[in-house]
């Protein structure tokens, strides 16, 4: 079992690459599970623990990592029974979901989503990583147009969501952490940046 994770801002384009990569490797004949770290929100009770404009609530309590790993990421790992659930919280209706579990063959790669993935009680989980590098003028005028949001960085509607993920970027440097980084501002000409962690892993 391999795991691969794609990172990024919100608006670096990560679902569009992780279908793309799902893709590439179906085509292949490689059997793929498909996974959003969204599916893993925690209630608006607990994300809403420190404000509802808190961004640090944001970074910090968005996530229920603790179902992430035992639903999903654990029984995929080298010990793991490979029955896992895709989700576990549907955010845009606030209710739980209970998805039957799936057994997953051996071999299979999961291929997962999502920002804050290279927090540090998850690196240890990705065979792979990816993090979608991308300004963010760019990422939140694509968030303008998919959700109707502003167009401004620095808008105050935005400073939940836009600081909590400068307080990831300064915290957990995803951009070196990650195997792969893309330079993803042209969702049409993609360009790989460095592979820094990976040339460290292999010496």
């Known amino acids: 079992m391999l795991r691969v994770a794609v990172d990024g801002?919100?608006?670096?384009?990560?679902?569009?690459?992780?279908?793309?990569?799902a893709a590439a490797l179906a085509e292949r004949d490689v059997e793929v599970v498909r996974a959003s770290v969204d599916g893993f929100h925690h209630a608006r009770d607990v994300r809403h623990l420190r404000g509802r404009t808190s961004p640090e609530g944001f970074f910090q309590d968005s996530y229920d990592y603790a179902?992430?790993?035992?639903?999903?990421?654990?029984?995929?790992g080298p010990d793991g029974d490979r029955r896992i659930r895709l989700a576990v919280y549907d955010v845009s209706r606030e209710q739980?979901?209970?998805?039957?579990?799936?057994?997953v063959a051996p071999g299979a790669v999961l291929v997962l989503d999502g920002?804050?993935?290279?927090?540090?009680e998850l690196r240890g989980y990705w065979d792979l990583s990816v993090f979608l590098d991308v300004d963010f003028a760019v990422s939140v005028a694509r968030m303008a147009v998919r959700d109707g949001a502003p167009a401004d960085p620095d808008h105050p509607a935005n400073a939940r969501y836009v600081d909590g993920q400068r307080l990831?970027?300064?915290?957990?440097?995803?951009?070196?952490?990650?195997?792969?980084?893309?330079?993803?501002?042209d969702l049409d000409?993609?360009?790989?940046?460095?592979?820094?962690?990976?040339?460290?892993?292999n010496g």
């Open 168 to 185: 990831y970027l300064a915290e957990c440097a995803p951009r070196e952490a990650a195997d792969v980084v893309v330079d993803n501002n």
């Open 96 to 103: 739980p979901v209970h998805h039957a579990e799936l057994a």
């Open 67 to 76: 179902r992430l790993k035992s639903e999903l990421l654990d029984p995929l």
């Open 115 to 120: 920002i804050f993935l290279h927090r540090p």
């Open 9 to 21: 801002v919100d608006g670096a384009g990560k679902t569009m690459f992780a279908d793309e990569l």
């Open 189 to 201: 000409h993609p360009v790989v940046r460095r592979r820094a962690a990976a040339q460290r892993r």
